[in-house]
């Protein structure tokens, strides 16, 4: 599944809200974890070295006319 920017953005969002709303410590760990792993990964998908590599480009190697 590929997340957009904007995607990433809104699940951040949504964990600042719940640390904020929680009171049990272990959730906010929780989620502090999981907001962590978010924002490296998402700067790691960002990077210009990691989109030149998807040119957008797909190869179908199936011809059919064979079966003609």
Known sequence: ???T??????????LQIAI???GETGSIRSYQ????KLKTNAA??????SL????????DYDDSS???
Not at 5 to 14: L, N
Request: proline residues 3%.
């Open 33 to 36: 974890e999981v907001l962590s």
């Open 1 to 3: 599944m590929d997340f």
């Open 44 to 49: 790691a998908a960002m990077q210009p070295s």
């Open 20 to 22: 904020r709303s929680q």
């Open 52 to 59: 030149l590599s998807e040119d957008g480009f797909r190869f």
């Open 5 to 14: 920017s904007q995607d990433i953005a809104v699940i951040e969002q949504a």
């Open 66 to 68: 064979d079966l003609l």
